[in-house]
């Protein structure tokens, strides 16, 4: 079957750097996404990740090992606007097709 | 230029009623989705469409009918609404299908629909 757990919640202030993890366990993985979603908005697009290792973009990272089934977003120099919910998504190919199968969402909460 | 559009933003309905949420990309993408994201902000597939053909159809219930009269258009009709049926539901299109392909999702506004 298909599992994907992340934190429920995370905290952190203006300025510092935090770590969202995801963990997944799937067949026919073909990719790992994240979202952001603020409350009341759509998921939109951080970054994704096929291959093992470190993607940079601005102020936000993703890493990737598909050995270990892990993945993580890291956000540099937070700011007030970073509070949302970050969703972790693997893409899965199977003989129906391909999907998204999302996590249940990180909601960080960043303070002054 | 709105990517992905739906209407109606809001949605408030009786019990077994029926009621049709549209979406609508201008991406040019070639792919759909439906997605229902419940009151625990878990979001979940529902139906993905490419060029017109259902190709991944997930646990929902029958009355859940998804339509597509032309790849840039994906409506989800709903019947007989129940309590439970009360979520957002997201629209979605990404540019090719297939095993290779890893474009992302992009996102309409979504639809709240609450059931009374």
């Known amino acids: 079957g298909q599992n994907i757990d992340q934190p429920t919640e995370m905290t952190a202030t203006e300025g510092a750097i935090v770590q969202i993890n995801c963990t997944y366990q799937?067949?026919?993985?073909?990719?790992l996404f994240w979202y952001q979603q603020h409350a009341g908005e759509a998921p939109t697009f951080l970054s994704y990740?096929?291959?093992?290792g470190l993607e940079e973009k601005g102020r936000f990272s993703s890493f990737l090992s598909r050995s270990k089934g892990y993945s993580y977003l890291l956000l540099k120099e937070l700011q007030m606007k970073d509070s949302a919910s970050y969703l972790c998504?693997?893409?899965?190919?199977?003989?129906?097709?391909?999907?998204?199968?999302f996590g249940k969402g990180t909601t960080l909460s960043v303070s002054s | 230029d709105t990517a992905v559009s739906q209407t109606p933003k809001y949605l408030v309905t009786q019990m077994g009623n029926d009621k049709s949420i549209k979406c609508e990309q201008n991406l040019g993408h070639d792919t759909m989705y439906w997605y229902k994201q419940d009151s625990k902000k878990f979001l979940k597939i529902m139906f993905s469409?490419?060029?017109?053909?259902?190709?991944i159809n997930e646990t929902v219930p029958n009355r859940f009918s998804p339509k597509s009269p032309d790849k840039a258009h994906l409506n989800l009709h709903i019947n007989s609404l129940e309590l439970g049926d009360s979520a957002v539901y997201f629209c979605?299109?990404?540019?090719?299908?297939?095993?290779?392909?890893?474009?992302?999702?992009?996102f309409g506004p979504g639809t709240r629909l609450t059931v009374l």
């Open positions: 979605a299109s990404s540019q090719d299908w297939g095993r290779y392909s890893y474009n992302e999702q992009f």
């Open positions: 469409y490419n060029n017109k053909e259902l190709i």
């Open positions: 990740n096929v291959l093992d």
């Open positions: 998504a693997v893409r899965a190919v199977n003989q129906a097709g391909t999907a998204l199968i």
């Open positions: 799937t067949s026919g993985f073909n990719g």
